[in-house]
Each structure stands twice: as structure tokens, then as C-alpha cells.
């Protein structure tokens, strides 16, 4: 089931194609799902600052969004957005994310969001890739499969 090659213990995209089919239609769409609920925690705190965080919204935004990656990806290898549409991450061992990859995984995607040719060339190469990965999955050896029954 697993390809062992170069350390990777990830399910092979030519035998078990079945992990990666739709996976990045659904990434687009836990992204849409994450930034929705990341915003809707971001109004919310809002009033518990006596609403200066108007001042810096752009700024708590960020900070809650990576937080809240951070948090759901290390505890249960997805964000909620990606458990709606029933996919994970798995590292280049195979396993699920622990704390450190998804930290450096949330850093990744924060500075390539914040550049618009990095967003495009990780969008493309979601798209090419026989796993489906975005170009911080490349640097770390990570995947988002869907999640196996």
C-alpha cells in the first residue's frame, strides 16, 4: 500500500490512486471552510478587546489563523475544514502531524500566502503533482491524502 522510497512510507499515487483523487478540489474548499471559521473566531474576540482590535484587525487575523492551524493540524492532522471534507495530513513517514510539522507546515502556508507568485506556483503545483502537493508539502515531504475508512 505504501511506496518506501527515499524514506517516504506515503501511499503510491499509481497503485492506490484512490488517496489522492479530489484531494486538491477539497483542500480549496477546507481553505474556504477554515477561513470562514477563522474569521467568525476573529469577530468574536474583537469585543473582548474593547474593540481596539479594529486598529489591528489584519494583524489578529493572521495571529488567529495560525493558531488555529497550528492547534488543529497537531492535534488531529487536519483542520476542521479538511475533517468536513474528510481528508488529512501525513508526513513523509507516513504518520499523522505532530506538533513541529504542524507548525512548520502553518509556516509555510502563512508566507506563501502572503506572496501571491509562491500562493500561485503552490496552487500549480497542487494541481501537477502526482500526490496533489502544495510546495510546503514538497520542502517538508508531507501529503493530504483522503482519509482512509
Given at each position: 500500500m505504501y511506496a518506501n522510497s527515499e524514506d517516504h512510507f506515503l501511499p503510491d499515487p499509481e497503485r492506490h490512486a484512490e488517496f489522492y483523487e479530489g484531494v486538491t478540489m477539497k483542500r480549496g474548499f477546507a481553505w474556504v471552510v477554515d477561513v470562514i471559521l477563522t474569521a467568525i473566531i476573529t469577530a468574536m474576540i474583537v469585543p473582548f478587546t474593547a474593540f481596539t482590535a479594529l486598529f489591528f484587525l489584519p494583524l489578529l487575523y493572521?495571529?488567529?489563523?495560525?493558531?488555529?492551524?497550528?492547534?488543529?493540524?497537531?492535534?488531529?492532522?487536519?483542520?476542521?475544514?479538511?475533517?468536513?471534507?474528510?481528508?488529512?495530513?501525513?508526513?513523509?513517514?507516513?504518520?499523522?502531524?505532530?506538533?513541529?510539522?504542524?507548525?512548520?507546515?502553518?509556516l509555510g502556508y502563512t508566507l506563501s500566502i502572503g506572496t501571491l507568485l509562491v500562493q500561485v506556483l503552490s496552487v500549480f503545483l497542487m494541481a501537477t503533482s502526482s500526490r496533489g502537493q502544495g510546495l510546503s508539502d514538497h520542502v517538508l515531504g508531507t501529503v493530504a491524502i483522503n482519509r482512509p475508512r
Open positions: 493572521l495571529c488567529v489563523s495560525f493558531a488555529y492551524r497550528v492547534l488543529t493540524l497537531a492535534s488531529a492532522s487536519a483542520t476542521p475544514g479538511m475533517r468536513l471534507m474528510n481528508i488529512t495530513f501525513l508526513t513523509r513517514n507516513g504518520e499523522k502531524f505532530d506538533f513541529a510539522h504542524a507548525f512548520l507546515h502553518t
